[in-house]
């Protein structure tokens, strides 16, 4: 492990901050990303650092198909007594989310940053680490004459905007790939860094803006208020539509799915592990509190159970430019997280309809979804299989995905899952 931590500081933190300092945003985010050249750049980073501290054997190839962003793919034959049986998957991606709001100051999105053992800036973490932790650990296994499997890694540049660039990909690298036998997605997380945690679920989304209008332009609020609704009060309404604003919860049943029992029997057991570091990670204000005291359901809710947040809002002018107006237009973007088993378009059109239907005051109300990503949860293992364990005691953490599976009878693949960030066992 000593050797490993001291490449890493050595050889990866310095090529991570460089990877920082590079907005590779997804293509959902940006739509010149081909002409802006940004994703390239980062390919094209992660490239030239493997080139350098390349794997005995590998072979590395950086695949494009037209119209498509890049994928990063590269070849490692099995080491040692490990011969030819067994086949692994590795999969990353390098593509970014947006800037966003709400960085410390002295903090950026693009400016790197260590500070208290920390790198801080966009990506880092989500998820420009996958193809060096992949090349470390085979170069690891190598250097102490360990022997592994035949291994592929797999680094996209789509996975912020719903990986819709991946089937693509999979199907022409179909017979590259083989059949794996084992798929480790370096994209997920743990509960913590002392047991062994496996990925058990994912949850789909949907992403959309919800547009309420009320004018065709402003007017004074001394003249009109109380003769026109306010457009945030009729946003409001619409998202008490959604769920209870006293609660979070969810209200359309088509949102919601049955928790299977062993999901729940997990949720317990990695509550009793973790205890309340669920929810101490987080940055509360002081006096913030969790929406609940009961830690399996907190596993529960950020893993089984659809949540919305509003992520984005325009028509909303900063405090000090906000004059005594009513605005015409309120837009908010709404981030609806579904069950692992909920279908995500057919839950877009519901959510679609019901905030559209019969809109208060007669405003005029829309909602465009551009993301409509369904989840997964792994399929009971056939019986005579071992079972699923709880944490398993261990220094070394996993982060694997829910599954990738080839399509029968057809050559074809297709990604069950994507990203997932829970500490379920």
Excluded at 55 to 69: D, F, H, I, P, S
Excluded at 260 to 268: F, N
Aim: glycine share 8%.
């Amino acid at each position: 492990m000593t050797a490993i931590s001291k490449f890493w500081d050595d050889a990866v933190v310095p090529t991570l901050v460089d990877y920082i300092r590079i907005p590779a945003k997804s293509p959902h985010f940006d739509h010149e990303w081909a002409r802006h050249g940004h994703i390239d750049a980062a390919v094209k980073l992660a490239a030239e650092w493997c080139k350098r501290h390349a794997a005995a054997g590998m072979k590395l190839e950086v695949v494009r198909l037209q119209n498509r962003t890049p994928v990063l793919f590269m070849e490692i034959p099995p080491n040692g007594n490990a011969g030819s049986r067994g086949n692994i998957l590795i999969y990353g991606h390098l593509d970014k989310q947006p800037e966003m709001t709400g960085w410390r100051e002295g903090l950026g999105p693009w400016t790197p940053v260590i500070e208290g053992g920390r790198l801080y800036g966009r990506g880092g973490a989500d998820d420009g680490y996958a193809v060096f932790c992949a090349l470390a650990a085979l170069r690891s296994l190598q250097q102490d004459k360990r022997p592994h499997a035949r291994v592929a890694i797999l680094i996209e540049c789509c996975e912020e905007s719903g990986s819709y660039d991946l089937p693509a990909y999979l199907e022409a690298l179909a017979p590259r790939i083989g059949t794996p036998d084992l798929v480790v997605g370096l994209d997920s997380g743990c509960g913590n860094y002392d047991q062994l945690w496996g990925t058990t679920s994912l949850r789909g989304l949907i992403n959309g803006v919800l547009s309420v209008e009320v004018l065709t332009e402003g007017v004074h609020s001394g003249d009109a208020s109380g003769v026109v609704a306010e457009g945030a009060r009729v946003a409001r309404q619409l998202l008490e539509r959604i769920d209870d604003a006293a609660t979070g919860v969810v209200k359309p049943a088509a949102f919601h799915a049955q928790i299977p029992l062993e999901r729940s029997e997990q949720a317990k057991r990695a509550a009793e592990v973790l205890g309340e570091e669920i929810w101490r990670r987080f940055p509360f204000v002081k006096g913030m509190k969790p929406m609940t005291s009961d830690l399996a359901d907190l596993v529960l809710n950020r893993t089984w159970r659809p949540m919305l947040a509003v992520t984005g809002a325009e028509g909303l002018p900063a405090p000090a430019n906000a004059g005594n107006v009513l605005r015409p237009k309120t837009a908010l973007v709404l981030s609806l997280r579904l069950p692992p088993t909920v279908r995500a378009d057919s839950a877009a059109r519901q959510l679609q309809a019901i905030v559209e239907a019969d809109p208060p005051y007669g405003a005029r109300v829309k909602f465009d979804y551009g993301q409509a990503a369904t989840g997964c949860t792994p399929r009971r293992p056939r019986r005579g299989s071992p079972p699923r364990s709880t944490p398993a005691r261990s220094r070394t953490t996993a982060r694997a995905r829910c599954g990738w599976a080839r399509a029968a009878p057809s050559r074809s693949w297709r990604c069950s899952a994507r990203a997932f960030r829970t500490p379920s066992s």
